[in-house]
């Protein structure tokens, strides 16, 4: 679609809300005005505190607009200002969109990945719950439903930021190796089959970057609240390389303060008695099962090597084992899937009755062969059908909603929810989306991201993506972890 501003260059945000609300569009812009095609007219307007925007859509031939105005307070800062102008734009946009929409989208103009996180600063600004709804309501268009979504998470977010303290983090530590590579994925994980070779020398590298980061944590004064480790898929690894990588990380971190161990066992074909042994004895509490779909042709559509009999196998060995918790994802949307067989599959999870449940909208991401197949997809519809029975299913069941965040190119501009039962919210989830405290990342592909909470600076320091630039850098990684403490020094200086 063409994009022509006139009185602000907030380019980006009409640009998030075409891509919302209309994904298969693409912003250009021309040197000078086409005739006919899809184009887009946002302009802004200032009169003293007064601001006024309006948005006239082209698209396949039909024609509407929109308009938004706000008051911009003498005294706001750029930045709030910019946040003021910026709503107006989106609004106006939205408002010309509607009709041409059919229907009204579940999150209306919000374009955010972190709606939990606009609720809770609404609570913590002094708003009551009502009043964080009609915010909802009223500034962003958002649906009821969605908007109880948001609440809740918002509010199990902000018991997680009660509970920790200003000198705990967590660590992420990624194994970027899959037994093979799923259609929907976009993460860097290598197939062990083809990268078997870089197994140890990758493992070799972390164990190095372990201990580097256990000495800047005890020179900073931090201390470690949560571990996740994820992938890739971490049990993918042998029993002996889990065991000795998981002896490390306790013998080389204070860990008296931890009290969420979580590991991704995720593929079934990954997950064996002994493992899950080895995981028990070094105190990792909670582990994920991640079926998807409980439908066989939807497995053999994506990838997968495996069937929904193994899944329940794979449960079976992980509560087995007596690990205290377990989390099971879910997508909807997925190749060959339809409302019936992803209800099939839903319900078949909630009778396992597994501690968490976190069901994500299909994303087609950049890299993955969905992404560039995009073959028998659901449609928007479709897929919104799935999550319209999945959240008052899941509330009926006993979930609660702990965290929520939404993602670029997802089917339907719909949402990931991570479902809990009484007292079983994830910590670490809530952590790095709510970005509520430091999270440093070990492994390839992992990003760390320090944060203030205070002021919502976030500094991120990246891993290379691939295990053999990883393997390569290790050296220079380790020395650049510094700024770990170099920034947690600067927050207890108070700058």
Known sequence: MELYLTGHQYRYAVEQILMVLFPGQKPVYPDAPQEGGDACWSSLRLEGD????????????????????????????????????????????????????????????????????????????????????????????????????????????????????????????????????????????????????????????????????????????????????????????????????????????????????????????????????????????????????????????????????????????????GLLSVNMDLIAGLPQDTPEGFCGTLEQVIALAPENITVHTLALKKGSRLKMEQQGLPTGEDTRAMLDYAWPRLWQAGYAPYYLYRQKYMTGALENIGWCKPGEDGLYNICIMEELHTIVALGAGGSTKLTDPATGKIVRLTNPKYPKEYIDRIETLCRDKQALVDFHRGLAQGG
């Open 50 to 321: 007064t601001a006024a925007a309006e948005t006239r859509l082209r698209l396949e031939g039909q024609e509407t607009t929109g308009e938004a105005t706000v008051t911009v307070p003498a005294g706001a800062t750029q930045l709030e200002r910019d946040r003021l102008l910026q709503r107006a734009v989106k609004q106006s946009f939205y408002r010309a969109a509607l009709p041409l929409l059919g229907e009204a989208p579940p999150w209306g103009a919000l374009t955010g990945i972190r709606p939990a996180k606009l609720a809770s600063r609404a609570l913590e600004s002094g708003l009551t719950e009502q009043e964080t709804r009609e915010l909802f309501y009223r500034e962003y268009f958002v649906s009821e439903s969605r908007t109880e979504l948001a609440l809740e998470a918002a509010k199990a977010g902000l018991r997680a930021k009660n509970s920790l303290k200003s000198d705990e983090l967590s660590l992420y530590v990624g194994i970027p190796f899959c037994p093979t590579r799923c259609a929907y994925c976009s993460f860097v994980s290598a197939d062990v089959k083809q990268a078997l070779r870089l197994v140890e020398p990758f493992l070799e590298a972390l164990h190095r970057e372990i201990d580097a980061v256990a000495a800047l944590l005890d020179e900073a004064g931090l201390h470690v609240r949560t571990i996740y480790m994820g992938g890739g898929t971490p049990t993918t690894l042998t029993a002996d390389q889990i065991d000795q990588l998981l002896a490390h990380l306790r013998g080389a971190f204070d860990l008296s303060r931890l009290t969420e161990f979580t590991v991704e066992a995720g593929r079934p074909d990954t997950i064996t008695a002994e493992k899950m042994a080895v995981l028990r004895k070094h105190g990792v509490g909670r582990v994920s099962v991640n079926p998807q779909t409980m439908e066989d042709h939807v497995l053999r559509a994506m990838g997968r090597a495996h069937t929904a009999e193994d899944i329940l196998r794979a449960y079976q060995t992980v509560r087995a084992a």
